[in-house]
């Protein structure tokens, strides 16, 4: 057989790929891509008296510059935002750093310290939200107590009654709990640094700040991006904990209202508030676009920059 009747063959259909990956594949596009299709789409709706009537963006007009619907997206938008800020300069920061003094082979029992640490992560959001709301208390927590046997008594207050300090207690909480995250995905990084590199580094001369400043840190960028993604994607999915601690009104005073409380009100309903399919839906679009753009603004100016910086 020649060389161009072996080109000529046609190779056989792969269905041992459609066999594999075909559930998976049925199970995302059921679960994940049909609902956010169904979504765009009733955000385009309006519906009155049981009839829907295509709006195109009025929905979102509506939302946006009415004043009804606007005051309270553009409070939840912005909480967001300060929610997610807290997370990347404090709860990244710390998980930086405590993979850097895990990686340590100086460090004994680091295997212990590590899982403490990540084990927050793995309870439930509801049951961390209820635990420090009865810790933080001023009637029956314990927090007031703890600061006064420390000498710090006078900084207690209702840290989650106020509206000027509840999210920001919130977002410590949520810092707590999930600081374990960053820790261990730049943990595993730190761990696959080749030793020849740091051991060259140090026959170089160099101590182990210059170590990390000039060696680890430029190879850990990409999970230091990957880890600033998945904060900014679950920061404005976030819901569970403000829902348990503060309820759907994400009182006082809505000051720890979440797009995704928002959303929750706006298209289930709550007390006096009436359900509506179609605003929830643009809401819900206005997330997915939110969280689309700055991810697609994250990896067009900070991961170009990050890869050039490697090369």
Do not use: C
């Not at 046609?10 to 559930?23: A, D």
């Not at 997206?73 to 920061?93: D, R, S």
């Not at 001023?138 to 107590?145: A, F, H």
């Not at 999930?178 to 170089?204: H, Q």
Request: no cysteine; hydrophobic share 55%; glycine share 6%.
């Amino acid at each position: 057989m020649t060389p161009s009747n072996q080109h000529d063959e046609k190779k056989p259909f792969p269905w041992h790929l459609v066999f594999f990956l075909g559930p998976g594949l049925l199970i995302y596009v059921v679960f994940s891509v049909y609902p956010l299709l169904d979504t765009l789409v009733l955000s385009l709706y309006n519906e009155q008296q049981g009839q829907s009537s295509f709006v195109g963006l009025q929905n979102f007009i509506t939302l946006i510059t009415d004043d009804t619907w606007s005051q309270a997206f553009w409070n939840a938008l912005g909480n967001n935002f300060q929610f997610f800020a807290i997370h990347m300069l404090v709860q990244n920061p710390i998980g930086l750093l405590l993979a850097v003094l895990l990686s340590s082979p100086k460090l004994r029992l680091s295997g212990t310290y590590r899982t403490l640490i990540f084990m927050p992560t793995m309870l439930s959001v509801v049951i961390i939200g209820f635990v420090w709301q009865l810790l933080l208390s001023p009637i029956w927590g314990i927090s007031e107590d703890f600061l006064y046997s420390i000498g710090l008594g006078q900084y207690f207050d209702a840290w989650l009654g106020k509206e000027s300090s509840a999210l920001i207690t919130l977002a410590f909480i949520s810092v707590w709990q999930f600081v374990g995250i960053p820790m261990m995905l730049i943990y595993a990084t730190l761990l696959n640094i080749p030793d020849d590199i740091v051991d060259a580094s140090v026959v170089d001369g160099a101590n182990s700040l210059q170590t990390f400043w000039h060696i680890k840190l430029p190879l850990i960028l990409p999970t230091i991006a990957m880890v600033s993604i998945l904060t900014f994607v679950a920061n404005f999915n976030a819901f569970e904990l403000i829902y348990a601690v503060k309820g759907a009104l994400a009182g006082p005073n809505f000051s720890t209202d979440l797009m995704g409380t928002f959303f929750y009100r706006t298209f289930f309903g709550f007390q006096l508030q009436q359900g509506s399919a179609s605003m929830g839906a643009a809401v819900a679009t206005l997330m997915f676009l939110i969280i689309l753009v700055g991810v697609m603004l994250f990896l067009f100016f900070i991961q170009r920059r990050i890869q050039r910086f490697q090369f």
